[in-house]
């Protein structure tokens, strides 16, 4: 704390021997022992209290920070939410809209989205069926 050498401390002490004398050195010691430890003390609870301060204001500054990013994060849920729910309302209105179709219809309507047959599937042996495994004709399967 101080840049006192131990020389200056024993020359400092020696002056205090010859000015106050050897009854009254003592006391004055402890005194000033007790003193400067109070002023320790104290140097330390305002160290102690400015640490804690900062910690306070660094603490409060993190929490406004997470609850921005909550909010942040709820109006995104909310508005996605909302997206939705008007995706599924409309979806909704527009099947109330359309007519019912009867089930022939569907039927055929449902025939005539089938896809296309797949080019290695387009040849068929005679006699309409699928060649086995034991079928001889040349004609190779897949596996």
Do not use: C, W
């Not at 022992?33 to 409060?60: P, T």
């Not at 005539?112 to 495994?133: V, W």
């Amino acid at each position: 704390m101080f840049d006192i050498s131990f020389t200056e401390i024993l020359v400092i002490a020696v002056v205090a021997l010859v000015v106050l004398g050897p009854e009254r050195l003592p006391q004055v010691a402890r005194t000033l022992g007790h003193l400067f430890g109070r002023a320790q003390r104290y140097v330390n609870n305002v160290k102690n209290d400015i640490q804690q301060e900062m910690e306070l204001e660094e603490l409060k500054k993190f929490k406004t920070s997470v609850q921005e990013a909550a909010r942040s994060i709820e109006n995104t849920v909310r508005t996605e939410i909302n997206q939705f729910q008007d995706i599924a309302a409309g979806t909704k209105s527009v099947t109330a809209t359309d007519p019912v179709l009867p089930a022939e219809n569907m039927e055929k309507t449902a025939s005539s989205f089938d896809p296309p047959a797949a080019p290695g599937n387009s040849i068929q042996p005679p006699g309409g069926s699928k060649p086995d495994s034991n079928d001889t004709t040349g004609i190779e399967t897949h596996r």
